[in-house]
């Protein structure tokens, strides 16, 4: 009954916040950390999610593997996830949104200001969380740091076999689409979407032939018309080994008459 009270007070917070959605892993777990600190704040009582216990033991680790990873757009590796990872802890995000948090409350002279603070915070707005997490001294370079290595850790499409991108005069009787990534890829992850032209013009999978077995290079075939303009960006969804997202990348060419 004690972790159902802690729970309603957790998502309580989340109605008092301007969103419940963060568009970086960052973002999201500064959202749930506030969550989680203000309802121990609220109930004078430790968190009984048992991330919270193992991330004060793990911190150190946590960090750095965290500090790889906080810019990206995928989640995978720290919420709402399995066990499945190198700590062997499930949704270990809610520890370190908690203890920038923490870190943050306890350095502040004024309690209630703090609070009011967080939950009136604007996730989304890149500026005023960077402000609040370096206010907090949790992370020891400043951000701007860790978001430069993340832009260089990631893989990115290295070219296409069959065409040069943004081609004019492409063969009609191209069957398939090859990408070629800088990197060994994730092979259960992958997703494309339309380009800035929308729908009308996109490039269809008809049918994925999948990954090499290097995993540095992606197949499927497709159906080209004669004197069409095509188009299809490779999305964040595609990520290496290690999770990182791909930077999104436009096919965009066009068919011989």
Not at 140 to 159: D, H
Not at 181 to 199: C, H, I, K, L
Not at 210 to 219: I, R, Y
Request: aromatic fraction near 12%; include cysteine; charge should be positive.
């Amino acid at each position: 009954m004690d972790g159902l009270i802690f729970t309603n007070v957790h998502e309580y917070v989340h109605t008092q916040q301007k969103t419940t959605i963060g568009n970086t892993l960052l973002t999201q777990v500064v959202l749930e950390g506030v969550a989680e600190l203000l309802a121990e704040k609220a109930l004078k009582v430790s968190s009984p999610n048992p991330q919270i216990a193992f991330g004060k033991v793990k911190d150190a680790k946590i960090k750095a593997a965290f500090e790889r990873e906080m810019f990206s757009s995928s989640m995978a590796n720290w919420l709402y996830n399995s066990p499945n990872n190198e700590f062997k802890m499930r949704d270990l995000g809610y520890y370190v949104g908690y203890a920038i948090c923490e870190k943050y409350y306890a350095q502040a002279k004024d309690k209630k200001l703090a609070v009011k603070e967080m939950i009136e915070l604007d996730y989304n707005k890149e500026e005023d969380l960077l402000a609040f997490i370096e206010k907090s001294k949790y992370f020891a370079k400043p951000l701007a740091v860790y978001k430069e290595a993340f832009e260089k850790s990631r893989p990115e499409v290295i070219g296409i076999k069959e065409f040069e991108n943004n081609s004019q005069n492409v063969n009609i009787n191209t069957k398939t689409v090859t990408l070629y990534f800088s990197q060994p890829m994730n092979v259960n992850a992958r997703g494309f979407d339309y380009g800035p032209t929308g729908e009308k013009n996109v490039l269809m999978v008809q049918k994925v032939i999948g990954f090499s077995a290097d995993k540095k290079s992606f197949s499927y075939e497709i159906k080209l018309e004669p004197n069409r303009h095509y188009q299809s960006v490779v999305t964040e969804r595609f990520r290496n080994e290690a999770g990182i997202p791909l930077k999104a990348y436009l096919i965009n060419f066009k068919t011989a008459e």
